[in-house]
Protein backbone atom coordinates (compact mmCIF):
# COMPACT_ATOMS: atom_id res chain seq x y z
CA UNK A 1 0.00 0.00 0.00
CA UNK A 2 1.03 3.32 -0.80
CA UNK A 3 2.42 5.25 2.59
CA UNK A 4 2.73 9.02 3.32
CA UNK A 5 4.92 10.18 5.83
CA UNK A 6 4.12 13.47 7.88
CA UNK A 7 6.35 15.10 10.92
CA UNK A 8 4.75 14.63 14.04
CA UNK A 9 4.91 18.12 15.09
CA UNK A 10 5.50 21.28 14.03
CA UNK A 11 5.70 24.66 15.99
CA UNK A 12 5.35 27.90 15.02
CA UNK A 13 5.06 31.69 16.52
CA UNK A 14 1.76 33.60 15.78
CA UNK A 15 2.42 35.49 12.81
CA UNK A 16 4.73 33.13 11.26
CA UNK A 17 4.49 30.92 8.75
CA UNK A 18 3.96 27.05 9.28
CA UNK A 19 4.94 24.62 6.95
CA UNK A 20 3.78 20.89 7.15
CA UNK A 21 5.38 18.14 4.73
CA UNK A 22 3.63 15.09 3.62
CA UNK A 23 5.63 12.82 1.94
CA UNK A 24 5.21 9.89 -0.15
CA UNK A 25 6.43 7.99 -3.32
CA UNK A 26 6.08 10.52 -6.78
CA UNK A 27 3.41 12.11 -4.83
CA UNK A 28 3.77 14.80 -7.31
CA UNK A 29 1.93 13.05 -9.63
CA UNK A 30 -0.94 12.59 -7.70
CA UNK A 31 -3.67 14.76 -6.14
CA UNK A 32 -3.60 15.61 -2.72
CA UNK A 33 -5.74 17.04 0.18
CA UNK A 34 -5.40 18.30 3.69
CA UNK A 35 -7.83 17.93 6.66
CA UNK A 36 -7.41 19.72 10.06
CA UNK A 37 -8.80 18.26 13.10
CA UNK A 38 -8.70 20.28 16.31
CA UNK A 39 -8.89 18.47 19.65
CA UNK A 40 -12.12 16.72 20.33
CA UNK A 41 -13.30 17.65 16.98
CA UNK A 42 -14.40 16.27 13.53
CA UNK A 43 -11.40 16.78 10.62
CA UNK A 44 -12.26 19.48 8.47
CA UNK A 45 -10.90 19.87 4.60
CA UNK A 46 -9.13 22.77 4.46
CA UNK A 47 -7.48 21.94 1.10
CA UNK A 48 -8.17 19.99 -2.00
CA UNK A 49 -6.71 18.80 -5.12
CA UNK A 50 -3.22 20.15 -4.15
CA UNK A 51 -4.11 23.35 -3.76
CA UNK A 52 -7.88 24.71 -3.78
CA UNK A 53 -9.52 26.08 -0.64
CA UNK A 54 -13.20 25.18 0.19
CA UNK A 55 -15.33 28.10 0.70
CA UNK A 56 -14.89 29.48 4.13
CA UNK A 57 -11.10 28.18 4.58
CA UNK A 58 -9.07 31.53 5.07
CA UNK A 59 -6.47 32.37 2.53
CA UNK A 60 -4.06 31.96 4.77
CA UNK A 61 -3.62 28.10 4.03
CA UNK A 62 -2.38 26.96 0.84
CA UNK A 63 -1.04 23.66 -0.80
CA UNK A 64 1.95 22.64 -3.25
CA UNK A 65 2.50 19.47 -4.87
CA UNK A 66 5.76 18.23 -6.32
CA UNK A 67 8.11 15.63 -6.94
CA UNK A 68 8.13 13.59 -3.30
CA UNK A 69 6.36 16.38 -1.18
CA UNK A 70 3.35 18.34 -1.13
CA UNK A 71 3.73 20.97 1.22
CA UNK A 72 0.81 22.68 3.22
CA UNK A 73 1.21 26.46 4.43
CA UNK A 74 -0.37 28.51 6.64
CA UNK A 75 0.59 31.68 6.61
CA UNK A 76 0.13 34.15 9.34
CA UNK A 77 -0.35 31.83 12.26
CA UNK A 78 -3.14 32.34 14.65
CA UNK A 79 -3.77 30.13 18.17
CA UNK A 80 -7.26 28.60 16.80
CA UNK A 81 -4.77 26.90 13.72
CA UNK A 82 -3.50 24.75 16.78
CA UNK A 83 -4.95 21.37 15.39
CA UNK A 84 -3.41 18.08 13.87
CA UNK A 85 -3.50 18.22 10.16
CA UNK A 86 -3.60 15.05 7.62
CA UNK A 87 -2.95 14.75 4.27
CA UNK A 88 -4.49 12.30 1.87
CA UNK A 89 -4.55 11.00 -1.23
CA UNK A 90 -6.51 8.54 -3.75
CA UNK A 91 -4.20 5.86 -4.97
CA UNK A 92 -6.38 3.23 -7.69
CA UNK A 93 -3.41 1.37 -7.04
CA UNK A 94 -2.79 1.07 -3.79
CA UNK A 95 -5.52 -1.35 -1.37
CA UNK A 96 -6.39 0.57 0.19
CA UNK A 97 -7.20 3.22 -2.23
CA UNK A 98 -8.00 6.46 0.80
CA UNK A 99 -4.63 6.78 2.18
CA UNK A 100 -3.93 9.00 4.84
CA UNK A 101 -0.62 10.69 6.14
CA UNK A 102 0.35 9.68 9.74
CA UNK A 103 -0.64 13.43 11.16
CA UNK A 104 1.21 16.55 12.49
CA UNK A 105 0.34 17.98 15.55
CA UNK A 106 0.91 22.18 15.30
CA UNK A 107 1.83 23.81 18.53
CA UNK A 108 1.60 27.76 18.16
CA UNK A 109 4.02 29.34 20.87
CA UNK B 1 -26.46 23.25 4.95
CA UNK B 2 -24.34 20.19 4.49
CA UNK B 3 -25.22 18.17 7.82
CA UNK B 4 -24.26 14.68 8.94
CA UNK B 5 -25.40 13.30 12.40
CA UNK B 6 -24.30 9.85 13.12
CA UNK B 7 -25.58 7.36 15.85
CA UNK B 8 -25.19 3.82 16.82
CA UNK B 9 -22.06 3.56 19.17
CA UNK B 10 -21.26 2.62 22.30
CA UNK B 11 -19.76 -0.38 24.58
CA UNK B 12 -20.10 -3.99 23.05
CA UNK B 13 -18.09 -6.96 23.78
CA UNK B 14 -15.79 -8.47 21.41
CA UNK B 15 -17.62 -11.01 19.10
CA UNK B 16 -20.37 -8.77 19.35
CA UNK B 17 -22.12 -6.48 16.92
CA UNK B 18 -23.56 -3.06 16.51
CA UNK B 19 -25.09 -1.17 14.00
CA UNK B 20 -24.16 2.60 13.37
CA UNK B 21 -26.48 5.12 11.19
CA UNK B 22 -25.70 8.36 9.70
CA UNK B 23 -28.51 10.76 8.91
CA UNK B 24 -27.77 13.55 6.18
CA UNK B 25 -29.28 16.62 5.59
CA UNK B 26 -28.77 19.90 3.57
CA UNK B 27 -27.52 17.80 -0.02
CA UNK B 28 -28.64 15.22 -2.48
CA UNK B 29 -27.49 12.45 -1.04
CA UNK B 30 -28.10 9.94 -3.70
CA UNK B 31 -25.69 12.01 -5.67
CA UNK B 32 -22.87 11.26 -3.59
CA UNK B 33 -20.54 8.54 -2.88
CA UNK B 34 -20.60 8.27 1.07
CA UNK B 35 -17.27 7.04 3.21
CA UNK B 36 -16.96 5.68 7.29
CA UNK B 37 -13.61 6.67 7.95
CA UNK B 38 -12.30 5.68 11.77
CA UNK B 39 -9.84 7.10 14.58
CA UNK B 40 -8.06 4.84 17.48
CA UNK B 41 -8.39 6.47 20.38
CA UNK B 42 -5.00 8.82 20.16
CA UNK B 43 -3.98 7.57 16.98
CA UNK B 44 -4.66 8.84 13.22
CA UNK B 45 -7.29 8.61 10.57
CA UNK B 46 -8.53 5.12 8.58
CA UNK B 47 -10.96 4.50 5.93
CA UNK B 48 -12.90 2.11 6.42
CA UNK B 49 -15.54 1.68 4.20
CA UNK B 50 -17.44 3.50 1.09
CA UNK B 51 -20.68 3.28 -1.37
CA UNK B 52 -21.59 4.49 -4.57
CA UNK B 53 -24.38 6.88 -4.91
CA UNK B 54 -26.78 4.04 -6.02
CA UNK B 55 -25.40 1.64 -3.72
CA UNK B 56 -24.28 -1.10 -6.64
CA UNK B 57 -20.34 -0.69 -5.58
CA UNK B 58 -18.69 -1.17 -2.04
CA UNK B 59 -15.63 -1.32 -0.79
CA UNK B 60 -13.80 -2.15 2.22
CA UNK B 61 -9.79 -1.97 4.04
CA UNK B 62 -8.93 -5.18 4.69
CA UNK B 63 -9.12 -5.39 8.44
CA UNK B 64 -13.25 -5.03 8.17
CA UNK B 65 -13.50 -7.17 4.97
CA UNK B 66 -16.17 -10.06 5.94
CA UNK B 67 -17.46 -8.28 9.18
CA UNK B 68 -18.72 -5.26 8.28
CA UNK B 69 -21.26 -3.92 5.81
CA UNK B 70 -21.94 -0.43 4.80
CA UNK B 71 -25.43 0.16 2.90
CA UNK B 72 -27.48 3.41 2.19
CA UNK B 73 -31.00 4.23 1.80
CA UNK B 74 -31.54 7.20 -0.60
CA UNK B 75 -35.37 7.37 0.20
CA UNK B 76 -34.36 8.18 3.75
CA UNK B 77 -31.28 10.28 3.25
CA UNK B 78 -29.29 7.72 5.68
CA UNK B 79 -26.22 5.77 5.60
CA UNK B 80 -25.33 2.40 7.72
CA UNK B 81 -22.51 -0.19 8.94
CA UNK B 82 -23.27 -2.82 10.06
CA UNK B 83 -20.55 -4.44 12.01
CA UNK B 84 -20.12 -7.66 13.53
CA UNK B 85 -17.79 -9.92 15.03
CA UNK B 86 -15.96 -7.03 16.67
CA UNK B 87 -12.58 -6.98 17.92
CA UNK B 88 -10.49 -4.89 20.12
CA UNK B 89 -9.08 -3.25 17.61
CA UNK B 90 -12.30 -1.86 16.15
CA UNK B 91 -12.34 0.25 19.15
CA UNK B 92 -12.65 4.07 17.47
CA UNK B 93 -14.47 7.14 16.87
CA UNK B 94 -16.29 6.62 13.43
CA UNK B 95 -17.21 8.78 11.27
CA UNK B 96 -19.01 9.46 8.06
CA UNK B 97 -18.59 11.28 5.26
CA UNK B 98 -19.41 12.64 1.95
CA UNK B 99 -16.83 12.01 -0.54
CA UNK B 100 -16.08 14.80 -2.77
CA UNK B 101 -14.57 14.22 -6.73
CA UNK B 102 -12.65 15.98 -9.26
CA UNK B 103 -11.42 14.24 -12.16
CA UNK B 104 -9.62 11.34 -11.08
CA UNK B 105 -9.13 11.73 -7.36
CA UNK B 106 -11.61 11.41 -4.32
CA UNK B 107 -11.49 13.26 -1.17
CA UNK B 108 -13.56 14.00 1.90
CA UNK B 109 -15.33 17.23 1.59
CA UNK B 110 -18.08 16.79 4.61
CA UNK B 111 -17.71 14.69 8.58
CA UNK B 112 -20.37 14.08 11.14
CA UNK B 113 -19.29 14.98 14.49
CA UNK B 114 -18.48 10.85 14.96
CA UNK B 115 -19.82 8.24 17.12
CA UNK B 116 -17.50 6.27 19.76
CA UNK B 117 -17.49 2.35 19.54
CA UNK B 118 -15.85 0.82 22.18
CA UNK B 119 -14.95 -3.12 21.80
CA UNK B 120 -14.43 -4.52 25.31
CA UNK B 121 -15.40 -7.08 27.79
Known amino acids: SYVLTQPPSVSVAPGKTARITCGGN??????VHWYQQKPGQAPVLVIY???DRPSGIPERFSGSNSGNTATLTISRVEAGDEADYYC????????????FGTGTKVTVL | EVQLVESGGGLVQPGGSLRLSCAAS????????MSWVRQAPGKGLEWVAN????????YYVDSVKGRFTISRDNAKNSLYLQMNSLRAEDTAVYYC??????????????WGQGTLVTVSS
Open chain 1, 26 to 31: NIGSKS
Open chain 1, 88 to 99: QVWDSSSDPNYV
Open chain 2, 51 to 58: IKEDGSEK
Open chain 2, 97 to 110: ARVGQQLETFYFQH
Open chain 2, 26 to 33: GFTFSSYW
Open chain 1, 49 to 51: YDS
